[in-house]
Structures are given as C-alpha cells and as structure tokens.
C-alpha cells in the first residue's frame, strides 16, 4: 500500500510562496492521479488541485487558480504544489492524497482519494 508524506510547510507573509511536496513510500504502475485538499480550523476539507498521472490534466479550484501550480516527478514518486502570492485565508492543513481509480481524468471529490498523507501546516499572515 502507498504511503503518503507532506512536507514543506510553514510560516510565510502574505504575498510569499512555499512549495509543498508529496512523496509516496513506493511506485506504482497504475496511472493514478494525486490530489491536494486542505483544512482550515473550523471549516471542511476542500479541494485545493490535482493532476492526472501523465500531468496531462491539472485542475484546480477556483480560490487558487492563477497562484498555485501544482506538478509531479513520477520518476521521484512525488508531487509538488508550488503556492505563490499566498493569502491569509490560505492558511490550513494541506493534504495530498492518491486518487483511488488509474483515471485520465482527474476528480475533485475527496472522497475519490485515499491514502491521505499526515498533512503539513501552511500559516500565512497578513
């Protein structure tokens, strides 16, 4: 079974970047896509993006689109999550997860993810 661990959090000013990384405990040789979801204190888990296993398809939602790129090595068993001009209200948990169907497509819904990493804090302050 895959393991999943983030990294790359911390403490940044608003307007700054940070680049999350996610690196799985093994290869695989089903095309699965990645996700990253985050949770901030008090809210629900949202959908952040994902990308399909050839990075072919990225999608991404709304509140970080045009700020956050997200990208993986499958060569490195990893995928990146390169955040630029973070906010304040960025500030949450991030989660990065494997998609439980060897899709092209990508899904937005997390519960289509599994193997759900220990998440890594991103603090942004104003």
């Known amino acids: 079974q895959v393991r999943l661990v983030e990294s790359g959090g911390g403490l940044v000013q608003a307007g700054g970047s940070l680049r999350l990384s996610c690196v799985a405990s093994?290869?695989?040789?089903?095309?699965?896509?990645m996700g990253w979801f985050r949770q901030a204190p008090g809210k629900e888990r949202e959908f952040v993006a994902a990308i399909n296993w050839a990075s072919s398809i990225k999608e991404y939602s709304d509140s970080v689109k045009g700020r956050f790129t997200i990208s993986r090595d499958n060569a490195k068993n990893t995928v990146y999550l390169q955040m630029n001009n973070l906010k304040p209200e960025d500030t949450a948990v991030y989660y990065c997860?494997?998609?439980?169907?060897?899709?092209?497509?990508?899904?937005?819904?997390?519960?289509?993810?599994?193997?759900w990493g220990q998440g890594t804090q991103v603090t942004v302050s104003s």
């Open positions: 997860a494997k998609d439980r169907e060897a899709r092209h497509a990508v899904s937005k819904a997390g519960n289509q993810y599994e193997n």
């Open positions: 093994r290869r695989t040789f089903s095309p699965y896509g």
